[in-house]
Structures are given as C-alpha cells and as structure tokens.
C-alpha cells in the first residue's frame, strides 16, 4: 500500500487515476481548492496551490509515498511545491505535456543540442516524414530561464501553456528535491462529455453536420492516448523508481486526415476539408510541424501501449454531438 497524494484530480484522467489508486489499496488523498468533493474512501485537503503558506498549513505533519501533481502550470508552482514537498515524499510525478516540444512555441536561439526538436521532420514529394520526438530531443534545464531571469513570457495562449510546463519541468530538475518524473502527454481524448476540450467533439460535430474542416496542406502526424490509459500510466509510474521525462502516447500517430476519416465512419458522412493558407489557424490537431512522440523509454521501462487505432472508434462514438 503506498500514501499517494494527487494535486488536482477532480476532473477527466485525475479522476481516473484517484479511484484506480483507491482501488488498488493505496491510501489517496487529493488536494485541490475545493473544486469538488472526491469519490468515497479518499481523503481531501483544501488549499490554493500558489499559497505556500496556506499549503503548509493544509498538509500539517503529512507526507507521503508519492505526490502526482496533476495542475502544475507555471514555474511558481513547481517553485512552491518544490520547498513545500522537500522531505515530504519520497517520489514526484508531474503531468507534463507533449506541447513542451512544438517548434512553434520554442524559443529562438536554442543551445546546441536543441535543435533536433525544430528538425523533426522533412518534405518529399509524398508529403510529410515525420521523426518521432524522445525525452532526450528537449532537455528544459539547459533553456534560458523566463521572466526577469531571461526572456520575457509569450501572449499566446499555446506559447504560455507550453513554455509554463517547460519552466516547470527545468525547476523541479535543476538540483531536485526528491526524485521527480515529468509524464510527457500525448492528446489524450475518450470519455464523452468529460473530456472537456471538446476537440474530438469538434470533428465529430462537424462531419455529422457536413461542415468542412479547416486542415493544413500537407498535415503532420501527431500522438494520442485515451483518457483511461493516461490514468493507468501516471499510476504505473507511482511504482517505478525510473526519473526524468518520459513520453506516455499510444502507438500509432494518425494526421488530422487519419483522424476524420475515423470519425466518418462512425458518423456516416464522409468529412469535407477547407485547406487554410500557411501560418493560418486550423482545426484542433491539423499541425503544419512535427513533433510527434517516440514512446520507447516507456515502453522499454515495462509499460505496454494500447493502439489509437482500437481505442479511437470507441472514444468518437461516446462523444456527444451538439443539440439540434
């Protein structure tokens, strides 16, 4: 039995992940700020994460085997969590996200041995070929740091998800605390209604109503995982003693053509494409870049992938299509 607290977990995967511990025998308990009431026979502690102080005094004396941080955004948050946790646990696994290797969110002028990750792939005249990204493309610690200490934060949306967990990562791993995972996430889709991005709503919305789809030219590949599996591998890694970032994506990495010829299927209605110009938004996971991941170090720890292609069909059926 081990003592697992997971910071979040009130939504999508994190609920997933909480009842799988509790049913595992694991004695859970979430921390979040009250945003919701966790499942029977898990314990609960309130406190807004970026108050250390307020954090301190809501985990008392406790410690425990293994901290998941499900909602750490930004590098004030590892910061906080990296004093709070110190002496606290003997294992920190952090969600973290395969946007930390988009090119289009990385800063210009990489130290060298960076540049693989803006290099991932090349144009023939079959169109793209990707190279699928591992942990080592993307080594946060050797970025220069942000704000007063270096280069200023991006205002887009991506460029600020992205470069937060980027930060996040390289501050629990210069000089670490305890021993710390950071979980490199694929587009993790399934689970109807509660996946709340509504990215895989939009597809299906969309072809069942015949409206056409906004895609790039020639669209790269990209990674997935369903929402129950993520759950099943951030639990794995509570049990392992590996460190470092490691990429959780299943195998098999379709393009955005891929995907909607998947959900005509389930839908009956074959999808219609607009091709937006260069540089121009597109439709959720229509990528101009590469950066798809490489699931080997996962894979080779022990971890064993589900395919997209069985748990796709399944995740577009139960997703809800709008009214009327």
Same mark, same amino acid.
């Given at each position: ?14 609920? $997933? ?29 309130? &406190? ?8 301190? %005094? ?15 955004? %930004? ?6 969590? !990296? ?32 540049? $693989? ?5 090349? +144009? ?17 610690? *050797? ?8 280069? =200023? ?30 979980? +490199? ?26 409206? =056409? ?8 590949? %990209? ?21 470092? =970032? ?17 959900? &005509? ?6 999808? +219609?494409? !607009?091709?937006?110009?260069?540089? &121009? ?25 589900? *395919? ?8 577009? &059926?139960?997703? =809800?299509?709008?009214?009327?």
């Amino acid at each position: 039995m081990k003592r697992i607290l997971v910071v979040g977990g009130s939504r999508y995967f994190g609920k $997933t992940l909480v009842t799988r511990a509790r049913d595992a025998g694991d004695e859970v308990t979430v921390l979040n700020r009250g945003s919701g009431a966790p499942p029977p026979g898990v314990g609960r502690l309130v &406190a807004d994460r970026d108050d250390e102080e307020a954090l301190r %005094t809501a985990l008392g004396p406790r410690d425990f085997d293994v901290v998941v941080d499900q909602v750490c955004y %930004t590098p004030l948050q590892a910061a906080v969590a !990296r004093r709070v946790f110190a002496g606290r646990t003997g294992r920190y696994v952090m969600t973290s996200t395969m946007e930390v290797y988009d090119p289009a969110t990385l800063p210009a002028g990489l130290p060298a041995g960076l540049e $693989t990750v803006t290099a991932t792939a090349t +144009r023939s005249g079959s169109g793209p070929v990707p190279v699928p990204v591992t942990e080592a493309s993307l080594d946060p610690v *050797r970025l220069p740091l942000a704000g007063a200490a270096g280069r =200023p934060p991006g205002d887009r949306p991506a460029y600020v998800y992205a470069e937060g967990k980027r930060q996040a990562e390289a501050l629990f791993l210069r000089d670490p605390a305890f021993p710390y995972v950071s979980v +490199r996430a694929a587009h993790v889709l399934g689970g109807g209604a509660a996946e709340f991005t509504g990215r895989l709503a939009h597809y299906v919305e969309r072809i069942a109503a015949g409206t =056409p789809v906004d895609v790039h030219e020639s669209p790269y590949a %990209t990674s997935f995982i369903h929402h129950r599996e993520m759950a099943e591998f951030l639990y794995w890694t509570t049990d392992r003693t590996f460190t470092g =970032p490691v990429n959780a994506a299943s195998h098999g990495a379709p393009d955005v053509i891929a995907l909607c010829e998947a959900v &005509a299927a389930q839908v009956g209605r074959d999808p +219609r494409y !607009r091709v937006v110009g260069e540089g &121009a938004a597109a439709s959720p996971f229509s990528f101009d870049r590469a950066y798809a991941m490489d699931n080997g170090r996962a894979s080779a720890l022990g971890f064993g992938f589900g *395919r997209v292609a069985d748990w796709l069909p399944g995740a577009i &059926a139960e997703t =809800p299509r709008a009214a009327g």
